[in-house]
């Protein structure tokens, strides 16, 4: 089973520099009647000499190496289709143990938030349930020290 392409669509033009995300709302030369690009549709666009472009989108915590171009280009039923040769990609893994450990952080900061009640003064615990709860808040906070962190973390187990 072939996996959709994560894709960003463009539209090129002619004799024009740059990229349209959707077609262009000037006027379309030699039409006897005023009419829009947004108002043809993709397929009288096309007739006109627009080009719509589908890119594949570089996978998350990927780069490409300077100098690499690694898309390759194909025209299928009048769309160019630029696919990635993602063999040519470089794994940025900083960038990937920066988002894991960010999103680590957050759920973290979360369950702490969500129990903060347990450690008011007037909170309904008696004392050994608080000090089940201080020390479930500081296994929470310990998280980050973890050996494997952000990759392999071992929650603790919230208090009953």
């Given at each position: 089973?072939?996996?959709?392409?994560?894709?960003?669509?463009?539209?090129?033009?002619?004799?024009?520099?740059?990229?349209?995300?959707?077609?262009?709302?000037?006027?379309?030369?030699?039409?006897?009647?005023?009419?829009?690009?947004?108002?043809?549709?993709?397929?009288?666009?096309?007739?006109?000499?627009?080009?719509?472009?589908?890119?594949?989108?570089?996978?998350?915590?990927?780069?490409?190496?300077?100098?690499?171009?690694?898309?390759?280009?194909?025209?299928?039923?009048?769309?160019?289709?630029?696919?990635?040769?993602?063999?040519q990609l470089v794994h940025d893994a900083k960038a990937e143990?920066?988002?894991?450990?960010?999103?680590?952080?957050?759920?973290?900061?979360?369950?702490?938030?969500?129990?903060?009640?347990?450690?008011?003064?007037?909170?309904?615990?008696?004392?050994?349930?608080?000090?089940?709860?201080?020390?479930?808040?500081?296994?929470?906070?310990?998280?980050?020290?973890?050996?494997?962190?952000?990759q392999r973390i071992a929650w603790p187990e919230m208090v009953?």
């Amino acid at each position: 089973m072939q996996q959709e392409m994560n894709v960003d669509s463009y539209w090129t033009l002619p004799g024009v520099d740059g990229t349209r995300p959707c077609l262009p709302d000037e006027q379309v030369e030699g039409q006897p009647i005023p009419c829009t690009w947004a108002g043809l549709g993709p397929d009288r666009a096309r007739e006109l000499g627009a080009v719509l472009h589908r890119r594949e989108r570089l996978p998350k915590y990927h780069v490409i190496p300077e100098g690499v171009d690694p898309w390759t280009v194909e025209e299928r039923d009048r769309v160019c289709l630029h696919r990635l040769d993602r063999e040519q990609l470089v794994h940025d893994a900083k960038a990937e143990e920066r988002e894991l450990a960010r999103n680590a952080r957050i759920r973290r900061d979360r369950l702490l938030a969500q129990s903060d009640w347990t450690q008011m003064p007037d909170a309904p615990l008696g004392d050994a349930a608080r000090a089940l709860w201080a020390e479930y808040r500081q296994m929470l906070r310990d998280v980050p020290v973890q050996d494997g962190f952000p990759q392999r973390i071992a929650w603790p187990e919230m208090v009953s």
